[in-house]
Antibody, heavy 115, light 107 residues
């Protein structure tokens, strides 16, 4: 059974940094693209970052809204996906989901950016 | 970037009604589209893959179709458990883009 569990969210001040983690199990982590997707309160879904699979050298892609501030990475030995978020803004406030090829989703973790 | 224009943004229908939600793609996405259902406080659940393929465990009253650049999710006979938000997603190319969502309420 595919399982994705996000953690690391919380309340931070504008300009701060935060790292989210997503523990993956039930599949061969290196074989799959992994995504981060977020949802601001009461709003729609927004894709923000992808880590391609091993066959594609784990190359990364970002949305314009987070490029140069967020970094997606993985620890392939621990099967953990990360999202390093720097220079956080109030508009980054959202539930952050990790997903396996947008088909299997974690439960999400809340990030609140506020002073 | 590919824009996905979803309509309606909200709708109210009666139990047993036939309901259709549509997403229009601004560029060719082939059939690379997923429909998600999302209930309050829950993660999105894939309902339809590759525009027309029912995901495992999804009731047969749900179906997906395509006409040109228009993609539709249809519920043939609405049940109370179908009250939810619905989102489309194109995965033809990065950046992946979602429609703006449809809130489906039961009259």
């Amino acid at each position: 059974e595919v399982k994705l569990v996000e953690y690391g969210g919380g309340l931070v001040q504008p300009g701060a940094s935060l790292r989210l983690s997503c523990e993956a199990s039930g599949f061969t982590f290196s074989d799959f693209y992994m995504e981060w997707i977020r949802q601001a309160p009461g709003k729609g879904l927004e894709w923000i970052a992808a880590s391609r699979n091993k066959a594609n050298d784990y190359s990364t892609v970002y949305s314009a809204s987070v490029k140069d501030r967020f970094t997606i990475s993985r620890d392939t030995y621990k099967s953990i996906l990360y999202l390093q978020m720097n220079t956080l803004k109030p508009e980054d406030t959202a539930i952050y989901y990790c997903a396996r090829e947008v088909r299997d989703w974690g439960q999400g973790v809340m990030v609140t950016v506020s002073s | 970037d590919i824009q996905m224009t979803q309509s309606p943004s909200s709708m109210s229908a009666s139990l047993g009604d036939r309901v259709t939600i549509t997403c229009q793609a601004s560029q060719d996405i082939g059939n690379n589209l997923i429909w998600f259902q999302q209930k309050p406080g829950k993660s999105p659940r894939p309902m339809i893959y590759y525009a027309t393929n029912l995901a495992n465990g999804v009731p047969s009253r749900f179906s997906g179709s395509r006409s040109g650049s228009d993609y539709s999710l249809t519920i043939s006979s609405l049940e109370s458990e179908d009250m939810a938000d619905y989102h489309c997603l194109q995965y033809k190319q990065y950046p992946l883009t979602f429609g703006s969502g449809t809130k489906l309420e039961i009259k």
